[in-house]
Each structure stands twice: as C-alpha cells, then as structure tokens.
Nanobody, 115 residues
Framework: QVQFVESGGGLVQPGGSLRLSCAAS????????MGWYRQASGKQRELVAR???????NYAESVKGRFTISRDNAKKTVYLQMNSLKAEDTAVYYC?????????WGQGTLVTVSS
C-alpha cells in the first residue's frame, strides 16, 4: 500500500526558506512522477510542482523561480526547497504521485509564513 509522509514545515518569516521532505513507501518509487501540492485555508488543493521519473520539472506560475523540486530515488524521497517565501505560500503542503493517487494523501506539513 502506498503511503506518503511529509515533514519540514514550520513558521518562517517572509523572505525566508524551508525545505520540505516526503518519504514514500509501498511502491516502485522511481518509475512514478511525483508532485507537491498545497491547500490554503478555505481554498482547494493545488499542484505546486512536479517531477517526472527522469527528473524533468514543472512549476506553478506562483512559485516559479522560488521553489525547487527534487527527488532521491534510492531514498524514495521527494523534496521541495522553498525560498523567498511569501505570506500567500501559507498552506498545508502534501506530496503524492502526479497525477495524484486519490485517497492516498498523507497528513501534510503546515507552512506558515508570517512576521
């Protein structure tokens, strides 16, 4: 059974940085595209960044140039480096396959950007 465990969130000031990690289990990690998603309070979950099995990346316009997604297939882990954080980046961040496996969401990790 596929599971995702996110970590690395916290409180950070505007302009700061955080690195999120997501450990996957229960699947052949290396062959799947992975994505980072986020859900702000009162809003729908949205795709932030994705990375293919070969390492090709794609970003939402709102985070392009500030966020970097990467993966370590040996560790079955995907990362999201977030720089120049803004208040509007405040959300619960989740990882999942891309496209997402419905019903297989982890608990997420909360990122709060505030002074």
């Amino acid at each position: 059974q596929v599971q995702f465990v996110e970590s690395g969130g916290g409180l950070v000031q505007p302009g700061g940085s955080l690195r999120l990690s997501c450990a996957a289990s229960g699947s052949i990690f290396s062959i799947y595209s992975m994505g980072w998603y986020r859900q702000a309070s009162g809003k729908q979950r949205e795709l932030v960044a994705r990375i293919s099995s070969s390492g090709s990346t794609n970003y939402a316009e709102s985070v392009k140039g500030r966020f970097t997604i990467s993966r370590d297939n040996a560790k079955k882990t995907v990362y999201l480096q977030m720089n120049s954080l803004k208040a509007e980046d405040t959300a619960v961040y989740y990882c999942n396959n891309y496209p997402a496996r419905l019903g297989v969401w982890g608990q997420g990790t909360l990122v709060t950007v505030s002074s």
